[in-house]
C-alpha cells in the first residue's frame, strides 16, 4: 500500500495543490493534523482535504480554530491567526474541525503503524531532539509512528548507529527532489513528513512523503510552490504580515 503522508497544511492552498499535482501514484491520504491556522484559505483547504479520504488526527491549530483550546499556550500572531480562522470557517467547516480525532490513530491494514499530530505520548507535544524522541521511541509498542507538528522533515529510530535526527539530504533550494530510505524491520522509527504549507527546516518548498508498506520505503518529497500568491493572500485577508514573509525562509 502507498500512503500519501500530509502533514501541517496551514491553510496554504497552494502548497497543498504544488503537494498533489507531484505526489506519486497513492492508495491512500493521511493527514496528520493543523490543517487549518496561519494561512489565508481555511475552507479551501478543509473542503480539498476533504475530499482525499477521511483519515485524519486533529492539530492544535485544528483544536484552537474549533474552540476546543484556549490560546494560553500560542504566541500573539499564532493566537490571531487562530481567532482569525475561526471567524471565517464555515459552519460546516468548523463542526467538521470539532470532529476530527486525537492520535494515536491505527488502521486494520496498516497493523504495524500509529499515526498522531504530535507524538504518541500527548498529542500536543513537540518530537525535534533526538532527547524528544527518547521516551516515545523506548515506551511505543508500535514500530513506526508518523506524526507532524514540528514542521520539520525528517525522522528518528531507535538504531544506535541512527545517533541523533534523520534529515533527508537534497540537491537543490527551488526544484521539485525526493529521497527514499528503507525502513529496517525490528527497528523503531518516529517519522515526519514535514510541513506542507509552513516548514520551518530552512527550506521553503512544501514538504510532504509517501510511504510504501510492502517495500517498507519511506520517500520523503520538496517541491516549489506559488510562494508569491500564499502570501499576496495572507497580506489581503489581514493577517499579520510576518505570516506571509516566514513563508520564504522556510522558518
Given at each position: 500500500?502507498?500512503?500519501?503522508?500530509?502533514?501541517?497544511?496551514?491553510?496554504?492552498?497552494?502548497?497543498?495543490?504544488?503537494?498533489?499535482?507531484?505526489?506519486?501514484?497513492?492508495?491512500?491520504?493521511?493527514?496528520?493534523?493543523?490543517?487549518?491556522?496561519?494561512?489565508?484559505?481555511?475552507?479551501?483547504v478543509i473542503e480539498r482535504s476533504?475530499?482525499?479520504?477521511?483519515?485524519?488526527?486533529?492539530?492544535?491549530?485544528?483544536?484552537?480554530?474549533?474552540?476546543?483550546?484556549?490560546?494560553?499556550?500560542?504566541?500573539?500572531?499564532?493566537?490571531?491567526?487562530?481567532?482569525?480562522?475561526?471567524?471565517?470557517?464555515?459552519?460546516?467547516?468548523?463542526?467538521?474541525?470539532?470532529?476530527?480525532?486525537?492520535?494515536?490513530?491505527?488502521?486494520?491494514?496498516?497493523?504495524?503503524?500509529?499515526?498522531?499530530?504530535?507524538?504518541?505520548?500527548?498529542?500536543?507535544?513537540?518530537?525535534?531532539?533526538?532527547?524528544?524522541?527518547?521516551?516515545?521511541?523506548?515506551?511505543?509498542?508500535?514500530?513506526?509512528?508518523?506524526?507532524?507538528?514540528?514542521?520539520?522533515?525528517?525522522?528518528?529510530?531507535?538504531?544506535?548507529?541512527?545517533?541523533?535526527?534523520?534529515?533527508?539530504?537534497?540537491?537543490?533550494?527551488?526544484?521539485?527532489?525526493?529521497?527514499?530510505?528503507?525502513?529496517?524491520?525490528?527497528?523503531?522509527?518516529?517519522?515526519?513528513?514535514?510541513?506542507?504549507?509552513?516548514?520551518?527546516?530552512g527550506d521553503w518548498r512544501a514538504?510532504?512523503?509517501?510511504?510504501?508498506?510492502?517495500?517498507?520505503?519511506?520517500?520523503?518529497?520538496?517541491?516549489?510552490?506559488?510562494?508569491?500568491?500564499?502570501?499576496?493572500?495572507?497580506?489581503?485577508?489581514?493577517?499579520?504580515?510576518?505570516?506571509?514573509?516566514?513563508?520564504?525562509?522556510?522558518?
Open positions: 500500500m502507498q500512503v500519501l503522508l500530509l502533514s501541517d497544511i496551514h491553510s496554504n492552498l497552494e502548497a497543498l495543490e504544488a503537494c498533489l499535482a507531484a505526489a506519486p501514484a497513492h492508495d491512500m491520504v493521511f493527514n496528520l493534523g493543523d490543517i487549518v491556522g496561519y494561512g489565508a484559505n481555511p475552507n479551501e476533504r475530499a482525499l479520504g477521511n483519515h485524519f488526527v486533529r492539530g492544535n491549530h485544528d483544536k484552537a480554530a474549533a474552540g476546543l483550546m484556549d490560546l494560553d499556550d500560542f504566541n500573539p500572531i499564532a493566537g490571531m491567526a487562530a481567532q482569525w480562522t475561526q471567524k471565517h470557517l464555515t459552519s460546516e467547516n468548523l463542526e467538521w474541525l470539532r470532529s476530527l480525532p486525537s492520535g494515536p490513530v491505527q488502521l486494520p491494514e496498516l497493523p504495524d503503524v500509529q499515526f498522531v499530530h504530535g507524538s504518541p505520548m500527548d498529542e500536543d507535544e513537540y518530537v525535534v531532539t533526538p532527547r524528544d524522541a527518547l521516551e516515545p521511541l523506548l515506551l511505543s509498542s508500535v514500530p513506526l509512528t508518523f506524526f507532524g507538528h514540528s514542521h520539520v522533515q525528517g525522522a528518528f529510530s531507535s538504531n544506535p548507529i541512527d545517533a541523533g535526527a534523520l534529515r533527508p539530504v537534497y540537491k537543490t533550494v527551488g526544484q521539485a527532489e525526493a529521497s527514499s530510505w528503507p525502513l529496517k524491520r525490528g527497528i523503531q522509527y518516529l517519522i515526519n513528513p514535514g510541513s506542507v504549507g509552513q516548514p520551518r527546516d514538504a510532504f512523503a509517501v510511504f510504501d508498506s510492502a517495500a517498507r520505503t519511506i520517500s520523503f518529497h520538496r517541491v516549489p510552490y506559488d510562494l508569491k500568491k500564499a502570501q499576496d493572500m495572507i497580506l489581503a485577508a489581514n493577517l499579520p504580515p510576518r505570516l506571509a514573509t516566514r513563508l520564504a525562509a522556510g522558518r
